[in-house]
C-alpha cells in the first residue's frame, strides 16, 4: 500500500525525524488525522491522507500502475515551522521515484502547495500548510 | 483550489479559433465566457448532488464564476478561467474537501473534476459552437 510505505518513508528519514523534533517520544507523522487521543505535545505534526486514485485499464482487466495523489498537511504553532516542515516534505518526495516495500514508484508531481487557514488549537492557533503530491506507482503484488 | 475551488483552463482549440478571430474581441471574451458558464453548470450540478447537506447552506453556496485574462495582445484575451465551489456561506466546506488536524478529509469537488472533466471539455466545444453561430445569425 503506497500509503504505509510513504509514511514510513518519512517516519524514517532523518532530515523529517530532525524537524518535528518529537518531545513525546515518537514521531509526529499521522494517517488520516491526528487522534485526539495521541501524547502531547503532538505539535509539529505532519498528517498524511490519501487521495483518489486512478486506474488504467487494459485488455486483460486493471493494470499495475497505478496513479495516486496523496495530501501532507504540516501543523506547527507557528506559521514558519508549518512551512518549514512542508518543505522537507517536498524536497523529499517531489522528485522521488524508487522502490519501497510495497510499492514501486516510477514518477512524482506535486499537485498543490498552499496555505491553509489556522485552526483552533490548545492555547491559541494552529498553523497548516497543505501540499499534495502525485505518485505513479506500481503495486508489487 | 486555494479558496476550495476547483479552477480549469482550456486551451488549444484551434477549430474555434478562427470564428473567435472574426468577432470583435469584446464579443468573442463574452461567447468564450458563455459557453464555459455553461459548461461550469455540470461541475455545479454534480457537486450539489454530492455534498453533504448539514445546514441547507451548501447546496446553494455551491456557485460558477467565470474571469477572462488578459491576452499579449492588447484588446485580447489570453485565458477563459471557470471557477465553481462554494461563496462564503459555504466557507466551512474548505474542511470538508481538506480535513482538519483531527478529521480526515472527505472531499467532493476533486472527484466530482477527475470524472466529469471530459465531459465539461466537451460540452463547452459544443456550447461555443452554438454560442458563435447564435452571433453569426
Known amino acids: 500500500m503506497l500509503e504505509a510505505d510513504i509514511l514510513n518513508k518519512l517516519m524514517e528519514d532523518p532530515t523529517v525525524v530532525a524537524i518535528l523534533n518529537s518531545q513525546n517520544g515518537t514521531v509526529n507523522v499521522y494517517n488520516g488525522a491526528i487522534p485526539k487521543s495521541a501524547p502531547t505535545p503532538f505539535i509539529p505534526a505532519i498528517v498524511l491522507q490519501g487521495g483518489g486514485t486512478k486506474y488504467f485499464y487494459g485488455a486483460d482487466g486493471i493494470n499495475r500502475f497505478h496513479q495516486k495523489t496523496l495530501q501532507f498537511d504540516s501543523y506547527a504553532n507557528d506559521y514558519t515551522t508549518a512551512l518549514k516542515v512542508s518543505n522537507t516534505v517536498r524536497e523529499l518526495l517531489q522528485e522521488f521515484s524508487g522502490p519501497l516495500t510495497n510499492t514501486i514508484v516510477t514518477g512524482s508531481l506535486i499537485r498543490r502547495d498552499m496555505d491553509m487557514p489556522f485552526e483552533p488549537g490548545e492555547g491559541g492557533y494552529l498553523f497548516r500548510h497543505l501540499l499534495a503530491i502525485e505518485f505513479q506507482y506500481t503495486e508489487n503484488n | ?137
Open chain 2, 1 to 137: 483550489m486555494g479558496d476550495g475551488t476547483i479552477t480549469a483552463q482550456v486551451g488549444g482549440l484551434d477549430g474555434l479559433e478562427q470564428k473567435l478571430n472574426n468577432l470583435a474581441p469584446k464579443a468573442a471574451r463574452g461567447a468564450i465566457r458563455k459557453a464555459a458558464r455553461q459548461a461550469g453548470k455540470i461541475w455545479q450540478e454534480a457537486v450539489q448532488e454530492r455534498v453533504p447537506v448539514h445546514t441547507g447552506q451548501e447546496q446553494e453556496s455551491i456557485s460558477v464564476r467565470t474571469s477572462a485574462g488578459a491576452g499579449e495582445e492588447e484588446g485580447t484575451t489570453g485565458s477563459v478561467t471557470v471557477s465553481v465551489g462554494p461563496t462564503k456561506p459555504g466557507f466551512y466546506m474548505l474542511w470538508q474537501e481538506f480535513g482538519s488536524i483531527h478529521q480526515p478529509a472527505k472531499p467532493v469537488l476533486q472527484p466530482v473534476f477527475d470524472e466529469t472533466a471530459g465531459q465539461v471539455l466537451d460540452a463547452f466545444i459544443e456550447n461555443l459552437n452554438e454560442v458563435l453561430e447564435g452571433l453569426a445569425e
